[in-house]
Nanobody, 121 residues
Framework: QGQFVESGGGLVQAGGSLRLSCAAS????????IAWFRQPPGKEREFVAS????????VYADSVKGRFTISRDNAKNTVYLQMNSLKPEDTAVYYC??????????????WGQGTQVTVSS
């Protein structure tokens, strides 16, 4: 599955937007389902969204549905998470996960290093 790197995190006010990227160095990245998870301070890692290898099927957590959009550009070996209408409760470290399926972290095989998202009220 190679190496991949998350980017795009930062500090934003409530109601604002951020776009996270998960970029891979190998084209084999395009053969895998990709997910975003997040881990709020002091809490367990939780599922945010996932996308199939072809990009045709997506799944979202209820807490982000209608606000976040997961997409992928296989020509760029990159998966994106567009986050709109951000809330303070979206504050977390966001992780890209590769090669699994489902909402359980244990169902995913390879993880990125994470990127911090902080939403101020």
């Amino acid at each position: 599955q190679g190496q991949f790197v998350e980017s795009g995190g930062g500090l934003v006010q409530a109601g604002g937007s951020l776009r996270l990227s998960c970029a891979a160095s190998e084209r084999t990245f395009n053969s895998y389902n990709i997910a975003w998870f997040r881990q709020p301070p002091g809490k367990e890692r939780e599922f945010v969204a996932s996308i199939t290898m072809g990009g045709y099927n997506t799944v979202y957590a209820d807490s982000v549905k209608g606000r976040f959009t997961i997409s992928r550009d296989n020509a760029k070996n990159t998966v994106y998470l567009q986050m709109n209408s951000l809330k303070p409760e979206d504050t977390a470290v966001y992780y890209c996960a590769v090669g699994g399926w489902g909402v359980a972290p244990s169902a995913w095989h390879v993880w990125g290093q994470g990127t911090q998202v902080t939403v101020s009220s």
